[in-house]
């Protein structure tokens, strides 16, 4: 699949390609991640958030004639797979580097690839801490770290009062690390999880699940789970009579869960690590909604995500100017110190993790969201 930015191409002078993938009119990225089903959806849309950037850049002349294109392959978010669209990206493709790469387990088998070829990752999507580690010095990530999402949820509860808390996670690697990074926020206020559950990708024991939350009775529920499979344990557990508050990480879709839960799910916070896309003060959240809408690209926290991600991006290879390789862009990223959208994004500090934003928002009519 190829999403490229649109938009005339300036006439430049031509320079001599030191690097793969970076012509006189275009540089190409690869990204591997999960592309179908409904998590693919969510991946979609932050793509297309993504291309409405790179297209706005290249409408402007921001990168002196040149485009944006991405190169996009599935692996399903299997690690072997994941390993064998970097090494197609690579070799076959001449990528120049990648962007928006998706998943903990993906991300961390691909990592001696991408070191030794010396190709830049910038945005990763869903990349726990652990993997992040795996990865460090060929990936930047502008979304803030799990760990910093399971602080906030944990200090925000026990703010207003509730000290039973109990975790939801993924039945994967990446889940049983949300797990740790839950149990270490409580562990912060003298608490640990009243209860601990992993679910299933096809949630099929949703019900068995929701049965072990409610035999230790939770005020309120932590959920580290995608597409629908926070709708189903919330129905499974109203189900057997069991009432908490749920909260979910970023990981959580709003809108889906919306559709699968029905009206009860007003109610659901969730942690989002980008700033609210329907904010009408600033102006580029304005800017943004406005070519969503124009390219009938959904609004909402995936697409504006994409969108931030690309803007991150477009500002590195801007101050790598025409004569563009790989050290030139890693050197970049490296001093970018920016702010976005009220975001503050500062990779100077020498890590590999930008923001520390996180913000607060509930599930609303229609699985819309307000703060």
Not at 7 to 33: I, K, L, R, S, W
Not at 309 to 319: D, F, P, S, T
Request: charge should be positive.
């Amino acid at each position: 699949m190829f999403l490229g930015a649109a938009g005339a191409v300036v006439a430049a002078p031509a320079v001599h390609a030191a690097e793969p993938g970076v012509t006189d009119q275009e540089v190409v990225f690869g990204q591997t991640g999960i592309l179908s089903g409904p998590l693919g959806a969510q991946i979609n849309t932050m793509l297309a958030g993504a291309d409405l950037a790179f297209a706005e850049a290249a409408r402007n002349g921001e990168l002196g004639g040149r485009r944006v294109r991405i190169r996009s392959l599935d692996d399903e978010l299997k690690p072997d797979l994941a390993v064998a669209n970097v090494k197609r990206l690579l070799e076959q493709e001449h990528v120049f580097g990648f962007f928006g790469n998706v998943g903990s387990a993906t991300t961390a088998a691909t990592a001696p690839l991408l070191k030794q070829a010396g190709a830049p990752l910038l945005g990763g999507y869903a990349v726990a801490d652990s993997a992040r580690e795996r990865v460090k010095g060929a990936a930047y990530f502008v979304r803030t770290t799990s760990g910093r999402e399971a602080e906030a949820l944990v200090q925000h509860l026990t703010t207003i009062g509730v000290q039973r808390i109990g975790a939801a996670v993924l039945d994967n690697p990446g889940g049983q690390e949300a797990q740790a990074l839950i149990t270490a926020a409580l562990s912060q206020f003298k608490l640990e999880p009243v209860a601990v559950t992993a679910v299933k990708n096809d949630a099929s024991n949703a019900a068995e699940a929701a049965r072990k939350l409610a035999d230790r009775n939770p005020q309120a529920v932590l959920m580290y789970l995608g597409g629908v499979l926070p709708g189903e344990l919330m129905k499974a557990t109203w189900a057997i009579g069991a009432s908490p508050s749920f909260y979910g990480m970023s990981i959580v879709a709003g809108e889906v869960t919306a559709k699968v839960a029905g009206e009860r799910a007003r109610g659901l916070a969730i942690s989002q690590v980008v700033p609210y896309p329907w904010g009408q003060a600033d102006p580029l959240v304005s800017g943004y909604r406005q070519l969503a809408e124009a390219a009938k690209v959904p609004v909402g926290y995936y697409s504006f995500e994409g969108y931030l991600n690309a803007l991150v991006l477009v500002e590195a290879l801007k101050r790598c100017g025409r004569d563009l390789t790989r050290a030139r862009l890693h050197a970049a990223i490296r001093s970018l110190k920016m702010r976005l959208a009220g975001m503050n994004v500062d990779f100077t500090a020498g890590g590999h993790t930008a923001s520390r934003f996180v913000d607060l928002v509930q599930v609303s009519h229609g699985g819309k969201f307000v703060r």
